[in-house]
C-alpha cells in the first residue's frame, strides 16, 4: 500500500507577485481550478486511497488544512518549525509512518508544487517503482528532457535494472553548451525530486550515510504533540538537524540508487516563462488569466486579478495585476524577479510577505485603506468560526455588519450584531468576534490608533492554538 508524503514548503519566490511568503505558489491555482496542492493529491486517484503525509510549516498550516479538507485530503500535517531542507523533511514522515505502518510501508515522496498534464503515465512509473521499493530499491523519477534545460539539475543513467536504469551521478544545473551536451548524448534526465521507497529503506540509509539527520529527526519526534490535525516536533532538537536534500544526504551515496524514465508532460512551474508554457494560449501564443485584452501582442503571459489589463503591440512579455503590485518583465529575463522579492525583503516591505488579503484559520481580511493613524478591513469569517478573545495597546476598532450576524464579545457584554448594525471596541477592551450563524460574516473594521501593527495583539484565548 503506497503512502503519499507531501512536501509543502518553499516560498515560490520567482512567481511573485502571486507567490508571497504567506501564501506560495502551493497554495495558488496556476494551472486549472484546484490549487497546485490540491491537483497533487487529486492526481493520485487510481493509485492509493491513503490520506497524505504532509510536511508544511507553522505560516501555511491553516492553508494546508483548509485546502485538503476541502477536497476530503486531510492527513497528519507534520510542522516543521524550522525549514532544513528535504532530507529531514522526509525522515520526519518516514518515522511517523514507522511507527503506524512499519518498515514495509512504500513511501511515494512528491513536491506539492509541480504540473503533470499525462497522469496515466505518472501512474504507470509508479506502478513500476513499487515493486522495485519493495525489493529494498531507492526510485526516483527521471525526466525525459524535451531540451537542453539550464534550471534543472540532471540524473545520468548507468546500466539498465529493469525497466529502470541505476543512478549514474547526479550533476548540478548546468551551462546551456554542458545542457546541450546531456540532450545530445541521451544518457541524461532532468531531476524531478519524486521518489518511491519503503520507510526501512530510506531510514536505513539515512542512517549510514547522514546519521545526524536522522538522530536529530528521531529526537524531534520523540517529543511531539498534537494540535488539531496538525503534529507539532520539538524545535529544539530539530534545529540541530543538518540542512540537505535527498540527494545529497542519501541518493548520492547509495548503491541501491536506481531511476526510471518518466515522459508525462512535467513541469515544475518554477517561474513565470514556465507556467507560460504549460498553459493553453490563443491563436497568438498568449495565455491570460482574468480581464484581459490584447491587441497585435503574442507570446505572452498576462494575469489580473482586479482590474482590466489591456496589451497593445507587446511580443514576450509577463504582466501579472494584483491587488497591491504590478509586475512587468521580458520573459526572457523572469528568473530576475527573485531580485526584485529580495530587494522588497531588504526593505521589509509587506508586498514581500503577503498579499493585500490575508488568509487566516478563521476566513480572511482584505486591507482595502491605510493611513498614518487609520486602516480599513474586508473581513469575512466562516460560519461557526470565531476569533480570539483579544486585546491592543494602540488601537481602537469599529466593526460594521455588511453581511451575516456577528457574535461580539466586548468588555464584559456579549451581544449580537446583525446586517447595517455596528459596535465600538476601545483602545485595551478585551474583545472577540464570533460568527454563530450558517452563511459567511462580512463586516468592515475600521482601526485607529498610534499603532496598526498586526503585533499589536494580545491574546487571552484562541482556538486554533496561536499565542502571538
Not at 328 to 333: R, S
Amino acid at each position: 500500500m503506497i503512502h503519499p508524503v507531501i512536501m509543502a514548503g518553499g516560498s515560490g519566490s520567482r512567481l511573485w507577485p502571486l507567490s508571497r511568503k504567506h501564501y506560495p505558489k502551493q497554495f495558488l491555482s496556476l494551472h486549472g481550478e484546484q490549487t497546485m496542492l490540491q491537483e497533487t493529491v487529486a492526481r493520485l486517484d487510481g493509485v492509493t486511497n491513503n490520506k497524505p503525509v504532509v510536511i508544511s510549516n507553522e505560516d501555511h498550516r491553516f492553508i494546508v488544512a483548509e485546502q485538503l479538507s476541502q477536497i476530503g485530503q486531510l492527513g497528519p500535517v507534520i510542522l516543521e518549525p524550522d525549514g532544513r531542507n528535504t532530507a529531514p523533511a522526509v525522515a520526519l514522515a518516514a518515522l511517523a509512518l514507522q511507527k503506524s505502518e512499519g518498515d514495509e510501508a512504500v513511501m511515494l515522496v512528491l513536491a506539492a508544487d509541480h504540473v503533470i498534464e499525462d497522469v496515466e503515465a505518472f501512474h504507470a512509473a509508479i506502478a513500476k517503482a513499487t515493486p522495485m521499493a519493495e525489493q529494498g530499491k531507492l526510485v526516483t523519477f527521471g525526466i525525459v528532457p524535451t531540451g537542453p534545460e539550464t534550471g534543472y539539475g540532471y540524473i545520468k543513467a548507468g546500466a539498465t535494472h529493469g525497466e529502470a536504469f541505476s543512478v549514474g551521478e547526479f550533476v548540478e544545473k548546468p551551462n546551456l553548451e554542458t545542457a546541450e551536451a546531456y540532450l545530445a548524448s541521451g544518457d541524461y534526465f532532468w531531476n524531478s525530486g519524486m521518489f518511491v521507497f519503503t520507510v526501512g529503506a530510506y531510514l536505513s540509509e539515512l542512517q549510514t550515510h547522514c546519521p545526524e539527520i536522522l538522530k536529530a529527526c528521531k529526537a524531534s519526534m520523540s517529543d511531539v504533540s498534537h494540535d488539531l490535525d496538525f503534529i507539532r516536533i520539538s524545535k529544539e532538537e530539530f534545529v540541530k538537524c543538518p540542512d540537505d536534500s535527498i540527494d545529497y544526504a542519501v541518493m548520492e551515496h547509495t548503491s541501491d540508487a536506481v531511476v526510471i524514465p518518466l515522459d508525462a508532460q512535467w513541469n515544475d512551474v518554477g517561474s513565470w516563462s514556465a507556467l507560460w508554457d504549460v498553459n493553453q494560449k490563443d491563436n497568438h501564443g498568449n495565455v491570460t488569466r482574468g480581464d484581459v485584452m490584447t491587441h497585435d501582442s503574442h507570446n505572452s503571459y498576462v494575469n489580473t486579478q482586479e482590474k482590466l489589463v489591456a496589451l497593445v503591440g507587446l511580443d514576450d512579455v509577463i504582466v501579472v495585476e494584483t491587488k497591491d503590485a504590478v509586475l512587468v518583465a521580458a520573459k526572457d529575463k523572469v528568473q530576475d524577479v527573485k531580485s526584485i522579492v529580495n530587494e522588497l525583503k531588504s526593505q521589509s516591505r509587506s508586498e514581500y510577505l503577503h498579499q493585500r488579503f490575508v488568509y487566516r484559520p478563521w476566513g480572511m481580511y482584505d486591507s482595502i485603506d491605510n493611513g498614518e493613524r487609520h486602516q480599513v478591513k474586508r473581513i469575512t469569517v466562516k460560519p461557526g468560526a470565531k476569533l480570539s478573545v483579544q486585546m491592543h495597546h494602540h488601537r481602537a476598532e469599529h466593526w460594521i455588519v455588511v453581511s451575516g450576524t456577528a457574535k461580539v464579545t466586548n468588555g464584559e457584554r456579549t451581544f449580537l450584531v446583525t446586517e447595517n448594525e455596528s459596535t465600538y471596541i476601545p483602545v485595551g477592551v478585551v474583545h472577540a468576534l464570533e460568527n454563530p450563524g450558517m452563511v459567511p460574516l462580512e463586516l468592515i473594521e475600521v482601526q485607529s490608533g498610534s499603532y496598526l501593527g498586526e503585533d499589536d495583539i494580545v491574546r487571552f484565548e484562541d482556538r486554533y492554538g496561536r499565542i502571538e
